[in-house]
Structure formats: structure tokens, C-alpha cells
Nanobody, 115 residues
């Protein structure tokens, strides 16, 4: 079992930046593919980014060039640096950890971008 706790969400103006953090516990962090998803009001949850243990990354097209995912395996933490935020980035952001066929979810952190 893996426990994921997100932090760093909040209210920011359009064009601003936020950095989300996700702290993991309960298993060997470096074994996991870590990621971020988000869910806006009235919309389905969608993929944002993932990062493998060795640093390979993958991004949704709508965040390329604006968001950066990174991880610190020594601190069991994954980050999402979000720049040039837009009102349409407003959502609850969820951290995920994938191992084999299991995906674990955090409780989510709210990001609100005002225009």
C-alpha cells in the first residue's frame, strides 16, 4: 500500500506559477511511475504528466512548455512546477503512483487560476 499526500495548491492569477508536491510513503518510491492528473468541475479526470524512476517524462499536449514534472527519489517526493497558468488550468490535481497493474491516488489539491 502506498500513501500519497499532495500540497502546494492555491489561488493564483493568470500568468502566475505554482509548485505542487506529492510525498509518498509505504513502499519503495523509486520503483513507481509517478504522475499527476487533474479534474475540473463538470469534467472527467485527465492525464497531466508522468515521470519514471530514471527521469523519463511524458506530458499532455496542453501543458507542454508550461509544466515540468520532477522527482527526488531520496525524499520520496514528486513535484509539478506549473508556469504561465491559465484559468482553464483550474482543477483538483491528483498525484498518482503506478506499479505493475496498480495505480494509487492522493486526495488531491485544489488549484484555482483567476483571470
Amino acid at each position: 500500500q502506498v500513501q500519497l499526500v499532495e500540497s502546494g495548491g492555491g489561488l493564483v492569477q493568470a500568468g502566475g506559477s505554482l509548485r505542487l508536491s506529492c510525498s509518498a510513503s509505504g513502499h519503495t518510491f523509486s520503483n513507481y511511475l509517478m504522475g499527476w492528473f487533474r479534474q475540473a468541475p463538470g469534467k472527467e479526470r485527465e492525464f497531466v504528466a508522468t515521470i519514471a524512476w530514471y527521469g523519463s517524462t511524458n506530458y499532455a499536449d496542453f501543458v507542454k512548455g508550461r509544466f515540468t514534472i520532477s522527482r527526488d527519489n531520496a525524499k520520496n517526493t514528486v513535484y509539478l512546477q506549473m508556469n504561465s497558468l491559465k484559468p482553464e488550468d483550474t482543477a483538483v490535481y491528483y498525484c498518482t503512483a503506478d506499479l505493475s497493474d496498480m495505480r494509487y491516488w492522493g486526495q488531491g489539491t485544489q488549484v484555482t487560476v483567476s483571470s
